[in-house]
């Protein structure tokens, strides 16, 4: 079963808009970390944002803020009001666990284009 | 404050040779994390390093493939005779502890093609 689950292989955002990226995860553990990564078409993997389980507040970082539905399994990532430069892939990834396994577990992205 | 640097960023070998991949993990990091990306889809768990040991390699394949992080010096990851389907992007992360809150962060990663 898939742990990571991101349903939108592409998505296409006029400039300027704000875009919602989908993750949904599974897991049994009531520790675990979500993390979203970019990755523009150089190739490199760059943190965006995280949210731990037991976060109370949804985690924000500049123009990227994490929507958290704990009940739903739920992670998605709202990037507002969109660049040029924001086109890239976008994985949702998990960390199940705290002081166990510390392998993060990735979707198959999700390719977001701005669109001028 | 350099990130994760990894060499080369890009490997061509043919098929039965050897492939080295070096990752120097970011200033304060003793965890060190390979990961593989095939083609349009996300990234797979090799193997989790510390200093001079190798705490969890459940995503490495039982043959050809070895990791080390040694106490000076980078970390290798090692394919030896290597085979059309190792063709993919292998990424290095590093973090500074393990445990809540831990960021890994990523190198540029190394194109490996096997002709």
């Known amino acids: 079963a898939q742990k990571i689950t991101q349903t939108q292989p592409g998505m296409f955002v006029q400039e300027k808009e704000a875009v919602t990226l989908d993750c949904t995860y599974d897991?049994?553990?009531?520790?675990?970390?979500l993390f979203w990564y970019k990755q523009p078409s150089s190739g490199e993997m760059i943190f965006l944002i995280y949210q731990g389980s037991y976060d109370e507040q949804n985690a924000t970082e500049g123009r990227y803020s994490l929507n958290f539905q704990k009940a739903r399994k739920s992670a998605n990532l709202v990037i507002s009001a969109s660049q040029l430069g924001d086109s890239a892939m976008y994985f949702c990834?998990?960390?199940?666990?705290?002081?166990?396994?510390?392998?993060?577990?990735f979707g198959q992205g999700t390719r977001l284009t701005i669109n001028p | 404050n350099a990130g994760v640097m990894q060499n080369p960023r890009h490997l061509v070998r043919r098929r039965g040779q050897e492939a080295r991949l070096r990752c120097s993990p970011m200033k304060g990091h003793s965890h060190v994390y390979w990961y593989r990306q095939l083609p349009e889809e996300g990234l797979k768990f090799m193997v989790y390093l510390q200093k001079e040991n190798i705490i969890d390699e459940s995503g490495m394949p039982k043959e050809r493939f070895s990791a080390e992080f040694p106490k000076e010096g980078p970390s290798i990851l090692r394919i030896q005779q290597v085979v059309r389907g190792d063709s993919a992007a292998y990424f290095c992360?590093?973090?500074?502890?393990?445990?809540?809150?831990?960021?890994?962060?990523f190198g540029a990663g190394t194109r490996l093609s096997v002709l």
């Open positions: 992360a590093s973090s500074p502890y393990r445990g809540s809150k831990n960021i890994q962060y």
């Open positions: 990834a998990m960390r199940e666990g705290i002081q166990g396994a510390q392998k993060l577990v």
């Open positions: 897991t049994s553990d009531q520790s675990y970390g």
